[in-house]
């Protein structure tokens, strides 16, 4: 979720295809981040509630969309960094991709830690993208052809294990390549959008074998997110996010929205409620650390 800069110039000239965007309405919502120097990383909690991440400073936010305000909801120690976020609901789990060789995970109930791992060297290991699954949490490590998985089946985070990737998936030791993350809701299957290959690609989480989904065309893109065979690729420095309808089979798409609005600044991630998305503003245009004076969840039509 951490980005390079180096294809903004190339990205805003890229031609959005024949699918017409669809236009920002005056029912789009914004959802301050009190306090926020950055933001990047974002969940669905239980009903309208979500969780998102101050990148740098590494708090993190609750907030409800129906409400349309957030607070902050857990402190961490200066030098820790949110990158990416999920949520085990079932076992009040809060799973940060913590960047530089960092997992961590906290009580939603109590707000404390109550797991951290050193799953890499701070030097060339970026923990960046996080999806849930029933059995536990796979994080991506942007640096290393490597995902790192966190049991939690009981509701109590067990040792890591790590899986080494092979195929479309796997960049070159040292090379910043993987971001976000998503899955299936059984977790057999998991999506990625490796950097500067504008491709959405599976990965088989149990032997770490990957294959590109034909069809999908998602250059810049940092965010994914599936639902019911629907893939939301939230698209950075073109402002933007395809919707696609992917086969049964995973293996092709078809592009079926773009989403716009005028209030987008680097979106980063989104996250679905009903026919809504929730989509967070980085605003990394204003340069890495960005200098907005605030950040926010945008609340659009999905």
């Known amino acids: ?28 919502k914004v959802i301050v981040l009190p306090g926020a120097v950055s933001a990047e ?25 129906r409400q349309g305000a957030a607070e902050p909801f857990i402190h961490v120690p200066d030098g820790v960094t949110t990158v990416g976020l999920g949520l085990d609901e079932r076992h009040d789990l809060l799973f940060a991709a913590g960047g530089p060789g960092k997992v961590y995970v906290y009580s939603t109930r109590t707000r404390a830690l109550v797991a951290r791992y050193d799953v890499g060297d701070a ?11 029933p059995y536990g949490a796979w994080f991506s490590d942007s640096l290393q052809p490597k995902l790192y998985f966190v049991p939690d089946a009981f509701g109590i985070p067990g040792p890591v294990r790590t899986v080494n990737l092979s195929g479309p998936a796997a960049g070159s030791p040292g090379t910043f390549f993987l971001n976000d993350l998503a ?27 990957s294959s590109v989904v034909a069809n999908v065309d998602i250059p810049d893109t940092n965010g994914v997110l599936f639902s019911q065979g629907q893939l939301w690729a939230t698209q950075r420095f073109t402002n ?44 990394l245009d204003t340069g890495y650390p960005p200098t907005n004076p605030t950040y926010e969840v945008l609340v659009v039509h999905a």
């Open 1 to 28: 979720m951490r980005k390079t800069l180096t294809l903004v110039t190339a990205m805003f000239a890229l031609a959005l295809g024949l699918v017409a965007p669809a236009a920002a309405t005056s029912s789009t």
């Open 41 to 65: 990383a974002l969940t669905a909690g239980e009903g309208s509630t979500f969780y998102a991440g101050d990148l740098f400073r590494g708090t993190i936010f609750k907030g409800d969309i």
């Open 123 to 133: 030097t060339n290991s970026f923990v960046n993208g996080v999806t849930v699954t």
């Open 183 to 209: 899955s299936t809701p059984s977790g057999s299957t998991l999506f990625a959008a490796p950097e500067g290959t504008a491709s959405l690609v599976t990965i088989n989480p149990f032997n770490g074998t």
């Open 240 to 283: 933007h996010i395809s919707r696609f309808r992917l086969t049964e089979d995973l293996r092709a798409g078809t592009l079926e929205k773009v989403i716009t609005d005028p209030l987008f600044r680097v979106p980063m991630t989104s996250v679905k409620f009903g026919d809504r998305l929730a989509v967070v503003n980085s605003h």
